[in-house]
């Protein structure tokens, strides 16, 4: 069996995504600035269908979560386009495109029951209206083999990280400041995990630090 | 002559130090958990006057900032031991003991006009009224060719970074979770400088990350 690992990229002041959301811009203000160094590599311009991109330790890193990666979790608002009024939407077929970049499954934590929607490329949302733990066992079971990933929004990692449910977290640092947003860690509650620092790749646009969760 | 640069320890969730700091345990509620790498090295015991300790890349990263440090830089709450009502008592001697572990120069923000304390070891405390930067330029001319460390609190790094006064930020980037506490950066402003990596050093208890700040 797989592990589950949550990863997402962090300004040095904690924010995982910048103020005001928006349909429109769903990272937030200045959010952006936090995946400038993943969205010139090779890796996410394959899975997002574009050619080109960069090679190098950043791609490697990515390359690698991709392949390992067997099914994807992910709260409502990071389905549906970020929190706003839209994010309620029983309907809302979510900002990812009719091609999403995940190619597999992707299990939505929601309180809306639905069908599972089946997109072009590979990827299937499926709602589960039951709680995070059992869309990781459900992700667990889609996954086979591989490894399941929780790729947010904070609160979704931040529940995971609570429940015990995650093995390993890794930040991507990314050297700004976005004085305001989201944090990660909000929601871990009153008795934390503890971490293991397992690895260190840094690059000039990122730090990527991995920790093992330990309860 | 030599750069100015601050360093703090931080957590995960961007905390420098616990909550409710009290005159016995500055560091607030859990913030020892902060320095735990530092305190078992060689190089710091020697700083405070103990033998023994440990070698290794933490300690050849601390040794190295202890030799090519000059002066020092702090608020006063870092030098009265925290926040609290003790803090503009401007009387006291400060909660660094009879032989603090700087060893030079500390120039220290204040509000309380007062003449230098010439502690054992080394250490002579000197008393700024006139502000940050009034601060910096005075422990320029005392370093020398060496370089002036921003020793914290997180107001008066915040307030460096801000003014532009900080050429290196090194963070030590703890693998817990404080959950509360003092922030850095909360008081960088609206327009903070941008960061650029220049070094990672990473051992099990903490990730030191380097920044050249670029106005």
Chains 1, 2 share one sequence.
Do not use: C
């Not at 899975?47 to 409502?76: F, I, K, W």
């Not at 590979?122 to 995070?132: A, D, P, Q, R, Y």
């Not at 869309?135 to 996954?143: E, K």
Request: aromatic share 6%; charged share 25%; glycine share 12%.
């Amino acid at each position: 069996m797989g592990k589950v690992f949550a990863e997402i990229s962090m300004s040095l002041d904690g924010f995982v995504a910048g103020p005001n959301p928006t349909l429109e811009n769903p990272l937030g203000e200045g959010g952006e600035r936090l995946h400038e160094w993943v969205i010139r590599l090779k890796s996410f311009r394959d899975a997002h269908g574009l050619s080109g991109g960069e090679a190098g330790p950043d791609d490697e890193l990515v390359d690698e979560a991709v392949r390992a990666t067997g099914a994807v979790v992910m709260g409502r608002r990071m389905f549906s386009g970020g929190e706003g009024p839209w994010e309620n939407d029983p309907k809302a077929d979510g900002w990812w495109g009719d091609e999403p970049p995940f190619h597999k499954p992707v299990f939505v934590l929601t309180h809306h029951s639905r069908e599972p929607l089946v997109m072009e490329g590979g990827t299937t949302f499926i709602f589960v209206t039951e709680g995070l733990e059992r869309a990781i066992v459900d992700a667990r079971a889609a996954a086979g083999d591989k490894d399941v990933l929780v790729a947010g929004g904070a609160s979704a990692i931040d529940q995971a990280i609570s429940a015990g449910l995650v093995d390993e977290l890794q930040l991507h640092l990314a050297p700004v400041l976005l004085r305001g947003g989201v944090r990660l860690f909000d929601d871990v509650g009153p008795e934390p995990p503890r971490f293991e620092l397992t690895k260190v790749i840094a690059s000039p646009l990122v730090t990527h630090v991995r920790y093992r969760v330990i309860d």
